[in-house]
């Protein structure tokens, strides 16, 4: 079985012993960087939101994002007790080290170790997905369960299975691709060079790629194509399409790993019930002999992997996470 690795111990290099219990919690996308004072009762002091600039220097971008939340952070008299950098790709949570991330040009990146030498702070360093888990397990949809699995439904899809209130990496830190689950085999092709993969068909740019390629309006995101499926039939079938393939992936992930329950989140699971009623009705009809897991949606939405930068953030400063740290204040729709 892999290893689970838990994020609750501090694996930081050695620092000033903290003396705020505040935290900055940084989450690392593909288009944009979204950094966040958090304070001790879990709230948003302070945010920004930065380009990744990935055909620049996105490294250096990201090092020039965390000096500057730690500055306003003083400025506003909030000190820090640790940052929490959280990214997609292969990360290696125990050694601080983002192997690979395409999307934002990382490959064996010490990322931990660069941003201690910055700020002199307790540092974790995080997956975005598994940190989105970390999340739900203390204040969310996964909160009080022993186990259950997140979906974030983005720019791809990965998932995230969280035991005891920890996330699964698997052997090579890199569990949970789930976006390349052949979900129609021979389908049609993806970029990681396989065919008929979900991420293909049900994720947010997925989607959208495939209605343009298939005639329909240049342009449209997902959101739109989900606001126009009654009056547009491509629009329509290709909604039905991906909540069909999603359907299809969770049932593999339900009979291999029996969760308790599904959480999906991410910009697509905004859809409400137009995503959630069609995709519980195509995992129940994949379950011939068993009992469907209920699917939620996220508590924390697009800000879970934000969330659970700060989660990491204050466990590697030694500070305490009361369940429910956090937590947000009004339920997420499509429940």
């Given at each position: 079985m892999p290893p689970v690795i838990s994020a609750r111990s501090d694996t930081s290099p050695p620092g000033e012993p903290p003396t705020g219990r505040s935290v900055l919690a940084v989450d690392v996308g593909a288009t944009t960087m979204k950094g966040a004072v958090f304070g001790e009762d879990g709230q948003v002091r302070h945010s920004i939101v930065v380009p990744s600039r990935a055909d620049g220097d996105p490294v250096g971008a990201l090092r020039e994002l965390c000096r500057r939340l730690r500055a306003e952070a003083l400025a506003s008299d909030v000190a820090p007790a640790g940052i929490g950098v959280v990214t997609p790709g292969i990360v290696d949570e125990a050694a601080g080290l983002v192997r690979y991330a395409s999307n934002i040009r990382f490959r064996d990146v010490p990322l931990r170790?660069?941003?201690?030498?910055?700020?002199?702070?307790?540092?974790?360093?995080?997956?975005?997905?598994?940190?989105?888990?970390?999340?739900?397990?203390?204040a969310g949809a996964g909160r009080g369960l022993a186990n259950f699995?997140?979906?974030?439904?983005?720019?791809?899809?990965?998932?995230?299975?969280?035991?005891?209130?920890?996330?699964?990496?698997?052997?090579?830190?890199?569990?949970?691709?789930?976006?390349?689950?052949?979900?129609?085999?021979?389908?049609?092709?993806?970029?990681?060079?396989?065919?008929?993969?979900?991420?293909v068909y049900a994720s947010a740019g997925g989607l959208a790629r495939r209605y343009a390629r298939l005639g329909g309006t240049p342009g449209l995101?997902?959101?739109?194509?989900?606001?126009?499926?009654?009056?547009?039939?491509?629009?329509?079938?290709?909604?039905?399409?991906?909540?069909?393939?999603?359907?299809?992936?969770?049932?593999?992930?339900?009979?291999?790993?029996?969760?308790?329950?599904?959480?999906?989140?991410?910009?697509?699971?905004?859809?409400?019930?137009?995503?959630?009623?069609?995709?519980?009705?195509?995992?129940?009809?994949?379950l011939a002999w068993r009992t469907a897991p209920e699917v939620v949606p996220s508590a924390f939405g697009v800000q879970a992997a934000q969330v659970g930068a700060a989660i990491l953030a204050r466990r590697a400063a030694g500070l305490p996470v009361p369940?429910?740290?956090?937590?947000?204040?009004?339920?997420?729709?499509?429940?």
């Open positions: 170790a660069l941003v201690h030498d910055d700020l002199a702070l307790p540092v974790a360093i995080g997956h975005d997905a598994r940190a989105a888990g970390v999340a739900e397990a203390v699995v997140l979906l974030p439904l983005g720019t791809g899809i990965a998932a995230t299975v969280v035991l005891d209130g920890d996330p699964v990496p698997g052997t090579a830190w890199s569990a949970g691709e789930v976006g390349h689950m052949p979900v129609y085999p021979g389908g049609e092709p993806c970029s990681c060079g396989q065919r008929g993969c979900l991420e995101d997902s959101r739109a194509i989900a606001a126009a499926t009654a009056t547009d039939p491509l629009a329509g079938s290709v909604w039905d399409t991906a909540t069909q393939a999603l359907g299809i992936a969770l049932a593999t992930l339900t009979l291999t790993l029996d969760p308790a329950r599904i959480v999906l989140g991410g910009g697509l699971a905004e859809a409400g019930t137009h995503l959630f009623d069609p995709v519980r009705d195509a995992l129940r009809a994949a369940d429910g740290w956090a937590a947000p204040v009004s339920a997420p729709v499509g429940s």
